[in-house]
């Protein structure tokens, strides 16, 4: 199913005809929101030619807007050296092991203050 049925299923749109019409609006919105991710979304409704509420609507997905975030991250980071990965990867180890445990770690400081 794309893009197009999507709207249509939802009836709000006014149908096929009505979301084919807006599709290449939608593609352009999506583009410089994920392309440009300094750009507000004024700045793309006024460059797309469409209104700011617009942009909203087709960039809330937390999809769309995690592939914005990742674009900027790597704009303003760069590549990551294999060492930056592991330690990425150590610490991600240590958080999950952590967390597996937290249980027990609440277990133990409320069994100790019930003692008290």
Do not use: W
């Not at 593609?27 to 440009?36: A, M």
């Not at 937390?62 to 980071?77: C, S």
Request: aromatic letters at 6%.
């Amino acid at each position: 199913m794309d893009y197009s049925e999507i709207m249509a299923e939802n009836g709000r749109k006014g149908g096929f005809a009505k979301a084919e019409k807006y599709k290449p609006l939608i593609r352009e919105v999506v583009r410089l929101f994920v392309t440009r991710p300094k750009m507000t979304q004024q700045e793309i409704a006024l460059k797309v030619g469409v209104s700011q509420g617009f942009v909203c609507e087709h960039t809330k997905s937390p999809f769309t807007k995690l592939q914005r975030y990742e674009r900027l991250i790597k704009n303003i980071v760069g590549e990551l050296t294999d060492d930056e990965v592991d330690k990425i990867l150590f610490k991600a180890k240590l958080e999950e092991k952590l967390l597996a445990h937290q249980d027990d770690i609440n277990t133990i400081k409320n069994h100790k203050r019930s003692k008290i």
